[in-house]
């Protein structure tokens, strides 16, 4: 959400950057450097584990290869492309004063999207739960009760 002079101008969702798509990234780092086809939905296992064992078919000799290096690789390329998406939907943030980031993925790039927009001093990036106690995470769908609560109560 990016608010100017107190009114929210931009209400962008960019559904196709988030955790899933790191783990699409980190699915596709996985077969073009070691050849193993890992899918989105099993990687959970991989995750907890911390490692792939990756087979060479035509030595048959197997290593163990740590994902945390893949999987930052990835959502560091992710986070890029998110960037450059909101970059180009607000024309580089020109006459935008807050950018309030939210949801489950921005909670784990909030750091990078304050160092990112640092040097431009009109703009503060504020994450999405700063006024109440709940972890980034839930800030999406905290918003989505609330908008819905807030439409029942005026009879909508």
Known sequence: MVPINRKVVLKESLSN???????????????DLYGEDIRVP????????GYVDVLDEETMQSE?????PLVERASEMVF???????????????????????????SLWMDKFKEHFKGMKSLTVIPGNRNDKLPLLY???RGYFMFCHMN?????
């Open 139 to 141: 800030a999406n769908v």
């Open 17 to 31: 950057i988030g955790m899933r798509r790191i783990l699409s990234e980190t699915s596709a780092l996985l077969r």
């Open 64 to 68: 163990s290869v740590p994902i945390a």
């Open 152 to 156: 029942s109560k005026a009879g909508g």
């Open 42 to 49: 099993a990687m959970q296992k991989f995750l907890e584990k």
């Open 80 to 106: 890029q492309e998110a960037v450059a998406s909101l970059k180009n939907m607000t024309n580089y943030m020109r006459d935008y004063d807050i950018l309030i980031p939210t949801g489950g993925t921005c």
